[in-house]
């Protein structure tokens, strides 16, 4: 009993250290970039429609917007996403990037 107690609170350390962890290295799908706002803001809609569960993050670097889809913490689960994007949007890339734990894990 001594040591199953030890064990159980060593394992508990561990997934409280790992719960505060909120990014991890990953991949995510680049949908736009170029310096028009309206275009990018269209292409999120797009993808908002299609793909309701992936997370759009817009951001804008004077002059230009980039837009980026997911957290995917697997290069094979953003690639099963990115054939389906890049049907849709032919400018679409696969790229590594910093995710949300957090929200990697929601995405099915």
């Keep these: 009993m001594h040591i199953n107690r030890k064990v159980d609170d060593q394992l ?3 997934g409280d250290k790992n719960r505060s962890i909120r990014y991890a290295p990953g991949f995510r799908i680049q949908i736009y970039v170029g310096n ?3 275009r990018a803001e269209n292409a999120k809609m797009q993808i908002n429609q299609n793909f309701p569960e992936l997370a759009p993050y817009l951001s804008y670097n004077q002059p230009t917007y980039k837009l980026k889809v997911g957290d995917f913490m697997r290069r094979i689960d953003a690639e099963r996403y ?3 994007i890049k ?3 032919s ?3 696969l790229l590594p990037d910093k995710i949300d734990v957090h929200r990697s894990l929601s995405i099915k």
Excluded: D, H, N, Y
């Design 36 to 38: 028009e706002r309206l």
């Design 82 to 84: 990115f054939g389906q």
């Design 91 to 93: 400018s679409a890339m």
């Design 12 to 14: 508990s350390v561990i």
């Design 87 to 89: 049907q849709l949007i």
